[in-house]
């Protein structure tokens, strides 16, 4: 079992940064591949990026790639989500998953926190 809390979100303006963390539990942290996703009112929950439990592969997806940043400390057993050049569509609730596999399916992650909220508005 694996609990995972995210934290960080909050209002930005349009081209700003900010810095997510996902705290989780358990000593197999670095076993487990983890996800980023999110969600805007009215839209499915949408992948943004993983890493693997090493930390030596990660994916984005296209809509984010060259702005954000995903990276873990597994000695923390927290993972990170560093969101540069920030746009109005970002603006969504971004949740933490952890599971076992390199993909982008949500529903292959087993484990997820209860989000955090990122609004982008001027």
């Known amino acids: 079992q694996v609990q995972v809390v995210e934290s960080g979100g909050r209002l930005v303006q349009p081209g700003g940064s900010l810095r997510l963390s996902c705290a989780a539990s358990?000593?197999?942290?670095?076993?487990?591949?983890m996800g980023w996703f999110r969600q805007a009112p009215g839209t499915e929950r949408a992948f943004v990026a993983f890493?693997?439990?090493?930390?030596?592969?990660?994916y984005y997806a296209d809509s984010v790639k060259g702005r954000f940043t995903i990276s873990r400390d597994n000695a923390k057993n927290t993972v990170y989500l560093q969101m540069n050049s920030l746009k109005p569509e970002d603006t969504a609730v971004y949740y933490c998953?952890?599971?076992?596999?390199?993909?982008?399916?949500?529903?292959?992650?087993?484990?997820w926190g209860q989000g955090t909220q990122v609004t982008v508005s001027s």
């Open positions: 890493i693997s439990g090493s930390g030596s592969v990660t």
């Open positions: 358990g000593r197999t942290f670095g076993s487990y591949v």
């Open positions: 998953a952890a599971g076992r596999l390199q993909t982008i399916m949500s529903d292959r992650y087993a484990y």
